[in-house]
């Protein structure tokens, strides 16, 4: 149902909702993630991708019994988590205290409705164009009036959390050869939500963003150490490009003032 924009012939690109949200805040971070140079892990994603975890296993096994949390976490940690806790180097009372903090968050995603829920952390990929592949992972879809409601969990506040909604309703409009009813982000910690509802219009309109980002990403791959528009902002603080990156130094520098 949607024609996805030709492109220019390149590099194969892989264009994760990741990528996408990273070349909209500064392209040449972006770039950086192609070359293989990525974020450090985080004690705060860490948190994050535990919690998920925790949220997925809920919806699809179950409420977790009360006291049963820590080795729920422990066993989640142990399916996948392990080689992100060894990169952070916790110690056991650093770790008690994330699952302590993950635990606050459970209280609060149970008290969620789940009334409609069909699958959790749905990954999906197309690839739509020769050389070309999409993909994401939807923290969880449910059935809603007039299709299906895609919802993304975040663990902190809503910050530039419509382009990764945008990008998700494509993925999914490409995947399924529908428009989701609704693509929803809510904040466990805050509250807060975003909500939007994609039109035929809106889904061609990203279309046409990740095609105009794919062809410059391609032109400066295959130039050797070419580089693109730096955009700085409080993102730089996590940038691996940060030693190098004068804009990102500048930006810093300001912030701590
Ligand atoms: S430090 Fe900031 S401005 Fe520089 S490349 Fe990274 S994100 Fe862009």
Known sequence: MIEFPQVNPGADVTVSATLFMTFSRCPDQALGRLHGLYPEES??????????????RHLSSGPIVSGQLEQACREEIGAGLNPALGSLGLRPSELTAVIKEVGDLYQRFKTLSAEGFRDAEVFL?????????????????FDAAGG???????TGGLYETEEQLAFYALLWALTHRELPAVVE?????????ITTRPTRESVVATAMVVADMVN?????LDVADAEL???????????????TCREGAAAIKLADS
């Open 43 to 56: 004690r705060a994603s860490f948190r994050g991708g535990l919690a998920h975890r925790v949220f997925a």
């Open 125 to 141: 990929e197309e690839q739509p164009v020769a050389g070309v592949t999409l993909r994401g992972s939807v923290d969880a879809v």
């Open 148 to 154: 299906r409601r895609l919802v993304d969990w975040k």
């Open 185 to 193: 982000a809510v904040s466990i910690e805050s509250g807060e939500s």
């Open 216 to 220: 410059r990403l391609r032109t400066s």
């Open 229 to 243: 528009e730096k955009t700085a902002g409080p993102w730089c603080r996590y940038c691996p490009l940060l030693s």
